[in-house]
Structure formats: C-alpha cells, structure tokens
C-alpha cells in the first residue's frame, strides 16, 4: 500500500512498473516514445496490459550515458508526465530522476512517486524535497553515475554491502519524514555480472532485513542476461521472464518491466505455484 496524494493505493498482487522512456538513446526502447502522441499510446497500451505504475524516465542511464542538466530534464520530464497524467487521470505515475528540480517539477505537474537512481547521492536536495514533496521514493542502491557504471566496484558481501547502503539511507529518509519508501538493488548499476547474480541471489535475505520496506526488482532485458546468454536487449525477453518469476519467489513485490503483460503473466504464475505449495503443506497429515 503506497500514500499517493490524498489516496491510498493498496496493490492486492504484485505490482507491475511499466517503462515509459521517452529518451533519444535508452539501450532497449530508445527514440521510440518521443512525441506526444506515441508516449500516451504507450501508457495507455502498458495500463491496458496491467500496469499498476507508469515509470516515466527523460534521461537515459544505459552505460556510458551522460545526465542532462536538471532544468533541460525538467521540460522533458514535465511536458510527459502532463500528457499521460491527463490521459490516464487514476494511474499512478513514477518520475526516473535523480536531482531535485525535475523531481519537483514533476510531482507538481501530477507525478506520484520519484525513482531515484543515485539513491540521493547526486543531489544533495534529492532527500529533503521528497519530504517536502510527502511522495514514495524508490531507493536504489548505486555507487557510480552511469557514465563510469562499468567501472565496478569490488564488493567483498555484495548483500551485506547493499543492506547497509539501505539501513543507512532508510535512517536518514526516516528522519526527515518520508515515510513510503521503496528499495531498488540496482542491477546493473556499479556491478560486474557475477555481482548482480550474487545479489539477485541474495534478494531473500534482503526480504527479511527490510520486511516492512518493498522489494522493486528492476532487470528488464539488462546486460546481466543478454551478456551472460551472448546475445542482446532485443533477444533478452525470455531471460527476464526466468528472472521475474525468481525474483517473485524470493519476495519481490515490484517488477520494473518493458513486457508489462508478460509481467503480468508471470506474476499469474507464480501466485497459482505459491498458493499450491502453501495447499500442500497445510493439507499434509501430521501424527
């Protein structure tokens, strides 16, 4: 359950983050979303496949990406997140930004929840604005800008080393007053290949670390499946499907998707496994 505006919106199955990029050089979907009537169609269209949450991102943050400047990210930002709030007036709407001027801009255009990449690393304002702003603020862990992502940092626990990153920030937010908060384990962000599989391995213990703060898995047709399966964005659909469907089993309750209906399906899935294990064990005769 997330506090948007007035509302409270309670997700009786887990949620589903369709992408709406509407950036000239995203690694997957990029130059596709740019005008107005093509990132609406789009909303529309991930909604209408069972999006919970449209991620509304201005700014690509692939390897080797450089961030705008804050004010040209704002009037993208703006200008999408005015066209679909109008179009979809009940959906909630996500802003993939990590400075506090397009943040703001954003919320004040109708903007419900800010996804914050740098976990408030890049923008010292980032922390005090979503208090000010009262939205949920998604977490995620990351240690570079996505200019430098390949150059990976050596982890000596890549979890234990994420769960403190997150017990650290979480304090500070809780301090300030902000109290919807979403964790991201940044797959892909400052992380060899064997690091995001050693994390993505650790997303149980993560779950009961934070029991109370959702888990958003975000691994959408990344480098960790396509470099691993030696092919490319384009042909990682089925890899991201097999993730989903793990990350679900071990407690996700966010996915951050381009397929929103494959998404949507896996989620199916998995519930129907997950409800008849927990069948099965209680129906088992005990003496």
């Not at 309670?10 to 990132?39: C, W």
């Not at 991102?57 to 999408?80: F, I, M, N, W």
Request: net charge negative; with cysteine; hydrophobic share 45%.
């Amino acid at each position: 359950m997330l506090r948007l505006g007035r509302r409270l919106v309670r997700f009786e199955h887990p949620a589903v983050m369709g992408i709406l990029n509407v950036t000239l050089d995203s690694f997957y979907d990029g130059g596709r979303y740019l005008g107005k009537d093509q990132m609406v169609e789009r909303a529309v269209q991930m909604v209408e496949d069972g999006a919970d949450i449209i991620d509304i991102g201005a700014v690509s943050t692939r390897p080797g990406a450089k961030l705008l400047p804050p004010d040209e990210e704002s009037e993208r930002l703006v200008a999408a997140v005015t066209a679909v709030r109008q179009r979809l007036p009940q959906t909630p709407i996500s802003v993939d930004t990590c400075f506090s001027l397009p943040a703001k801009a954003a919320v004040e255009a109708g903007a419900d929840i800010v996804n914050d990449i740098s976990g408030g690393a890049f923008d010292k304002e980032m922390f005090s604005t979503v208090a000010e702003l009262g939205v949920p603020y998604v977490l995620m862990h990351n240690l570079t800008t996505p200019d430098r992502m390949q150059d990976c940092h050596v982890y000596t626990d890549i979890v234990q080393e994420v769960a403190y990153f997150f017990s650290e920030r979480l304090d500070i937010l809780r301090r300030l007053g902000v109290g919807d908060v979403i964790i991201d384990p940044g797959f892909g962000f400052s992380k060899s290949l064997d690091d995001n599989y050693d994390l993505f391995a650790g997303l149980g213990e993560l779950r009961e670390l934070f029991p109370t703060t959702p888990l958003l898995v975000a691994i959408s047709r990344k480098s960790m499946i396509y470099k691993l399966l030696d092919t490319n964005p384009d042909e990682a659909l089925t890899g991201t499907v097999a993730l989903h469907a793990a990350a679900l089993l071990a407690g996700a309750q966010m996915l951050r998707a381009h397929d929103v209906k494959q998404a949507r399906q896996t989620i199916a899935v998995v519930e129907k496994l997950m409800k008849s294990q927990n069948n099965s064990t209680s129906g088992l005769c005990h003496s």
